[in-house]
């Protein structure tokens, strides 16, 4: 997908550079990525990763990479060899923080899939792993417009759930778990309502019943 170019032959003046395979042009889009994966040219864990559109590209770019393994939570920088930090969750430093354990395991992330679960009307709190969570999109119980519900419900409560990390890491500030679900409700609404097409979401339908809110036009 990625690769570092083959230098000059001959030249000591230029360097290698990184180079996107994925079109002609070698800039990265998402665009551009989700036709590489639909052509089967990446792999990834589950396979399950959904290319949302009411989702913003840089959110499921984090998605992507998370699905591979790949964020940079602490187990990881240190397996990378960045030293002086941290191995353990800096929101409840019980265990180290890698990717099951930040968005799945810690205190904060388990009370908030249990209210969202609670909220949506669908159980996402008994997931062991991240790649538990991608493995919704082979849940044939659930409607066409359910499933596209759910799977922005999960991607921007992942996203949120790293956003309070990256905030009480660099600022010192973390959200309630109220004022995170109110978060994840409203982003949600906002992203769908903003980015969706074709479709009508009502606020108050969503509020209480997020997975019926949203009907094609
Ligand atoms: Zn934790």
Redesign the pocket.
């Known amino acids: 997908m990625v690769k570092r170019s083959e230098p000059l032959r001959g030249s000591i003046n230029k360097r290698d550079a990184w180079v996107w395979r994925g079109n002609e042009s070698g800039m990265f889009s998402t665009a551009s990525c989700r036709t590489w994966m639909s052509m089967g040219r990446i792999q990834t864990s589950s396979k399950s990763i959904s290319w949302l559109k009411w989702v913003p590209p840089n959110v499921l770019c984090f998605i992507w990479k998370l699905d591979l393994g790949r964020i940079p939570v602490a187990r990881n920088l240190i397996v990378r060899g960045v030293q002086d930090i941290p191995i353990s ?7 180290p ?1 890698d990717i099951d ?2 968005f799945i ?5 388990e009370e908030i899939w249990r209210r969202v679960s609670w909220w949506a009307n669908i159980n996402l709190y008994q997931a062991k792993s991240v790649g538990d969570l991608m493995l919704i999109q082979q849940n044939n119980r659930l409607t066409k417009m359910q499933l596209k519900s759910t799977t922005l419900i999960i991607y921007t409560t992942i996203w949120l759930l790293w956003k309070n990390r990256n905030s009480w890491i660099f600022e010192k500030r973390r959200f309630s778990v109220i004022n995170m679900l109110e978060k994840i409700k409203t982003q949600a609404f906002v992203w769908v309502k903003n980015r969706g097409a074709k479709v009508i979401v009502d606020w108050e339908k969503w509020s209480s019943c997020p997975l019926n809110a949203i009907t094609s036009l």
Request: with cysteine; hydrophobic share 25%; net charge neutral.
């Open positions: 969750c800096s929101l409840c430093a019980r265990e923080e354990h930040l395991r810690c205190p904060t992330a």
